[in-house]
């Protein structure tokens, strides 16, 4: 799509529902027409032909679905080790929230080959970080979560019920715990009360009997269902809170 269409398409209405949970509509403090996925304008079409690609933190699927269907012509996103790229099939820059495509196709703020390398470094850490995280919870090595925990992970703020780090836009604390390998147990508590949480009733009810104590033969039996989705929570969590592809 391009400005042009999105004009045309809208006509004299001011938002017009394209998919699930996506709209079109004009942009209450300009001229600009944006596609909206959930609260966040993931595109931005400019009068002067250039889109603006913004995930809003989520890099998500839906989110890179919705970019490939409306986004500039000729130019798509791909995803290769857990990383994004955008541009087209003879020239790509790794993908970095506010990056321009103008109206010939030009890329403008882009990240660099540095920061992709930098990406795929980080999200191999973080997947092996949960999984061993996962096997230390079933091995009894992860206490249930308490006030010796690390303070952005376990402290609330009043004002939003936000996890302090999260409140403070602070997530160094996690690279550091992914580096020196400290299973925080708040961190794992955070990741599995996300509304979006890939973890089954379960998987939940077996994390609070080994928070409790419980050692029974039951929780031995589900030691891979646990370990699996203990890892897919935490990797999807961390992975938002890290700005990398969830």
């Not at 790229?85 to 010939?104: A, C, E, H, Q, S």
């Not at 939003?160 to 299973?183: S, T």
């Not at 929780?219 to 969590?237: A, D, E, P, W």
Request: hydrophobic share 35%; charged share 25%.
């Amino acid at each position: 799509m391009n400005y042009t269409e999105a004009h045309e398409k809208l006509g004299k209405r001011g938002s017009k529902k394209l998919r699930n949970n996506t709209y079109l509509h004009r942009h209450a403090l300009g001229i600009d027409i944006c596609v909206k996925l959930h609260d966040t304008d993931v595109l931005t079409f400019k009068p002067d032909g250039s889109v603006v690609y913004n995930t809003g933190g989520w890099h998500t699927n839906t989110t890179k679905n919705r970019m490939n269907s409306y986004g500039a012509d000729g130019c798509w996103i791909w995803q290769d080790k857990g990383v994004w790229t955008i541009g087209t099939l003879d020239k790509r820059v790794p993908y970095k929230d506010g990056v321009t495509i103008t109206k010939r196709g030009r890329i403008i703020g882009g990240g660099n080959v540095s920061e992709g390398k930098a990406a795929i470094k980080l999200t191999k850490q973080v997947n092996d970080y949960c999984k061993a995280f996962a096997e230390a919870l079933m091995d009894g090595k992860v206490p249930a979560p308490g006030a010796g925990d690390c303070m952005y992970c376990h402290m609330i703020t009043v004002e939003n019920g936000k996890p302090m780090g999260d409140a403070f836009n602070d997530h160094d604390h996690i690279r550091l715990h992914i580096k020196e390998k400290y299973y925080v147990p708040s961190l794992l508590h955070n990741a599995i009360q996300a509304p979006w949480a890939p973890i089954s009733i379960m998987a939940k009810s077996v994390v609070g009997e080994i928070w409790e104590g419980k050692q029974s033969s039951n929780l031995r039996g589900l030691r891979g269902l646990v370990i699996s989705q203990v890892t897919k929570t935490l990797r999807k969590y961390i992975r938002h809170q890290l700005g990398l592809v969830t």
